[in-house]
Nanobody, 120 residues
Framework: QVQLQESGPGLVKPSQTISLTCTVS??????????WSWIRQPPGKGLEWVGA???????NVNPSLLSRTSISRDTSKNQFTLHLRSVTPEDTAMYYC????????????WGKGTLVTVSS
């Protein structure tokens, strides 16, 4: 059973950095077939793909967030981390991590999500 768990601060001040970690169990983040994504949903709005890291460590980020976003991983802990810099209240959202298998056409396993609020 694949499980993903997001962790990180629930409240961040404007201009600071959101750092969220996804811990994966039941599957390895290293490999040729799975990607690992971050998705967010602002209150009252739809889902927005933030970015992903592949099993080989390559990253791909939503162009609208590219200048402020990086994704890293710790293979020894089977974790991957989102860093979103210079945040504003518009970055307030539920943040989810998910597995994105190659050729699957979507995400098959999701974390429960964590709410991040950007406010002074």
């Amino acid at each position: 059973q694949v499980q993903l768990q997001e962790s990180g601060p629930g409240l961040v001040k404007p201009s600071q950095t959101i750092s969220l970690t996804c811990t994966v169990s039941g599957a390895s983040i290293i490999g040729n077939y799975d990607g690992w994504s971050w998705i967010r949903q602002p209150p009252g709005k739809g889902l927005e793909w933030v970015g992903a890291i592949s099993g080989s460590g390559d990253t791909n980020v939503n162009p609208s967030l590219l200048s402020r976003t990086s994704i890293s991983r710790d293979t020894s802990k089977n974790q991957f981390t989102l860093h979103l810099r210079s945040v504003t209240p518009e970055d307030t959202a539920m943040y989810y991590c998910a597995r994105d298998p190659i050729n699957y056409g979507g995400m098959d396993y999701w974390g429960k999500g964590t709410l991040v609020t950007v406010s002074s």
